[in-house]
């Protein structure tokens, strides 16, 4: 299992482009009422829509999704939930991959 760190910003919201393994990944972040949603399109596919996001909890969670590996948060100073104010440094995103 190889364990990648998506580079985000500390911004209320942002999209950005990446390649995992051989796919396209458009990711957006949004922060509504204290919380930080996600939507993630694989290829210009929509994979996940307005998914909040946890701390180490699966964003992707469902094999039959048109996505390889697995998204999630992770605080590495505690175990709470990603808000804005310390995305990139104390939350960071990950993509997970057996590949």
């Given amino acids: ?6 580079p985000i910003a500390d911004e209320r919201s ?3 482009s990446v390649t995992l393994g051989k796919q396209e990944v458009d990711i957006a972040l949004t922060m509504r009422l204290g919380k930080l949603y996600i939507d993630v399109k694989a290829n210009r596919v929509p ?3 307005g998914r909040v996001c946890l701390n180490k909890e699966p964003i ?7 996505f390889v590996g697995e998204l999630y ?9 990603p808000v804005f104010g ?5 939350f960071v995103l990950r993509w997970v991959t057996d590949a």
Avoid at 60 to 66: G, H, K, T, V, W
Avoid at 74 to 79: A, I, K, R, S, T
Avoid at 86 to 90: A, T
């Fill in 1 to 6: 299992m190889k364990v990648y760190t998506i």
């Fill in 14 to 16: 942002q999209k950005l």
């Fill in 47 to 49: 994979v996940v829509s």
């Fill in 60 to 66: 992707i969670n469902e094999a039959f999704r048109p």
């Fill in 73 to 81: 948060f992770e605080d590495l100073q505690g175990n709470d939930d």
């Fill in 86 to 90: 310390e995305l990139g440094k104390r």
